[in-house]
């Protein structure tokens, strides 16, 4: 081979060479973009307790539009009836709908209380509609118009929360509706409505979605961000999903994206499984879940929905998800005029009571595989060299048998909110608890703390 063919080559090889390392390069960094890093979940598997707020335009309607009220009863007709759906449900004109950012005006609103609120309830991060399916934002979005800014208040509400979430420490996160959008040209539609083409639904994703994503990461830094889409066939197809996960991976290296980016195939570069509405798993799961949930029916305000669940009721809830290895996000509609329903207020504050007592069983405990009959809940905690189990008893129940061998040393067995010690009795399978009667006979969820001298699962 002549010298210059040969250089020719070597110079091809190299090119070759360079192609193959900078496309690997490449790949791999779009890869890394997607991908999970387990770590950042840490908060929020010890958090357990978060607050969902659900507030916009469709706020001021109250649940009834034009002498129609929407029903207070859940999936009535195969329908969810909820309140932030009333546009799309009564039938709103968009006009109609739109005017009625000009008498948004939530005078009482006061973000300080709102997130102390929260964090008296026991809750460890927030969670606000900063775009539901309506389309409106409640930040200064320069991304669209259909906005705050535009109303007769003029505040930027997420920014005034996210600093009173900083101040208080508690992490936060926006609901962002990046799939429907009623409001948009191209924005996803309900089901019963006419498709939107798929050109048209992209669209909408470069000009609307995917910028006021980038927003709001830039502007606010979120811990978490909460897409909504559930099962039914939408326009979020694989490419769309990852190109989503790239966009927050790349900007930031905390925020952690939940399930429902895309409900139906999350895939495996998610940070956490967001369940159904009000649904509460009955088995442990591996990955980082929550439920999102209602303390009446709906979501958004409704004046005429009188579902209002007991706090104890919402206390099981938040046990059993904790012994399930998942965290509880309660949501709350603020009234038009920026202050919490009363009824809401107060069962945060009985929520925030019991957690003041009982808040060993809960943050940072993780789930126990054993079997046991329904209505206990078991959670686990080693700290300090030693080793805690929780027992939650969401029922009256005189005394409990649990499966825990002679081997394993029981140090304690304690009430937990009094400290005080009570009796059991071991054989060399089994321990049994009595519970004093004034305890079971309180309908309250009772906590009983066992000291062992080890964990029992890890
Ligand atoms: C459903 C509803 C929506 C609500 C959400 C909360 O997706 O359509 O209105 O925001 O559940 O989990």
């Known amino acids: 081979m002549r010298k210059s063919n040969l250089m020719k080559y070597q110079k091809t090889f190299f090119f070759i060479v360079l192609f193959i390392l900078s496309s690997t390069l490449l790949f791999s960094q779009k890869r890394s973009n997607l991908s999970l890093d387990p770590q950042k979940a840490e908060w929020f598997k010890e958090a357990k307790f978060g607050m969902f707020i659900h507030w916009g335009l469709y706020s001021l309607l109250e649940g009834s539009y034009k002498g129609h009220t929407l029903p207070d009863t859940t999936f009535a007709n195969g329908r969810s009836w909820y309140a932030e759906w009333i546009q799309a449900r009564l039938e709103v004109p968009s006009k109609e709908y739109k005017a009625l950012a000009g008498q948004f005006n939530p005078v ?3 973000a300080d209380q709102w997130i102390r609120e929260a964090k008296n309830a026991g809750m460890k991060y927030f969670v606000i509609t900063s775009k539901h399916h309506d389309g409106f934002a409640l930040w200064d979005s320069k991304v669209s118009d259909f906005n705050i800014m535009h109303t007769p208040f003029k505040r930027d509400i997420l920014a005034e929360l996210v600093s009173a979430c900083k ?3 508690l992490k936060y996160g926006f609901y962002y509706s990046h799939w429907q959008d009623w409001e948009y040209p191209g924005g996803a539609m309900p089901h019963w409505m006419d498709r939107v083409p798929d050109d ?12 006021q994503v980038k927003e709001l990461i830039t502007l606010f830094d979120p811990d978490l961000l909460w897409f909504d889409t559930w099962d039914e066939e939408t326009h979020i197809t694989e490419e769309r999903r990852d190109e989503l996960i790239s966009l927050v991976r790349e900007l930031s290296p905390k925020c952690l994206i939940n399930g429902r980016i895309s409900y139906l195939n999350p895939g495996e570069n998610i940070d956490f499984l967001e369940m159904h509405d009000n649904r509460y798993p009955d088995k442990i799961m591996d990955k980082p879940w929550q439920t999102p949930a209602t303390m009446m029916h ?3 305000w409704h004046a005429n929905d009188f579902n209002w669940k007991s706090a104890d009721r919402m206390i099981e809830y938040l046990v059993n998800n904790t012994s399930k290895g998942g965290n509880y996000l309660l949501n709350v509609g603020p009234k038009p005029d920026g202050s919490f329903p009363i009824p ?16 060993d069983a809960v943050y940072g405990a993780s789930p126990v ?6 209505k206990i809940y078991l959670s686990q905690k080693t700290e300090a060299g030693k080793s805690y189990l929780y027992i939650s008893l969401a029922a009256n129940f005189e005394s ?3 499966p825990i061998p002679l081997t394993n040393d029981i140090q304690e067995c304690k009430v937990l909110e009094s400290d005080r010690p009570i009796p059991f009795v071991r054989n060399s399978e089994n321990i ?4 004093p009667e004034n305890l079971y006979k309180d309908n309250s969820v009772q906590v009983v703390r066992l000291t062992l001298k080890t964990p029992l699962i890890d």
Not at 200 to 211: H, I, V
Not at 344 to 359: D, F, I, Q
């Open 108 to 110: 009482h609103f006061d």
């Open 167 to 169: 101040k208080y420490g």
């Open 200 to 211: 048209e639904f992209e669209k909408y994703w470069r000009e609307k979605s995917l910028p």
């Open 298 to 300: 709906s979501w958004g």
């Open 344 to 359: 809401a207020t107060r069962r945060l504050r009985e929520m925030g009571a019991w957690l003041y007592a009982n808040g």
């Open 369 to 374: 595989r054993m079997e046991v009959p329904e």
């Open 400 to 402: 409990v048998v649990l």
């Open 432 to 435: 049994t608890i009595h519970i």
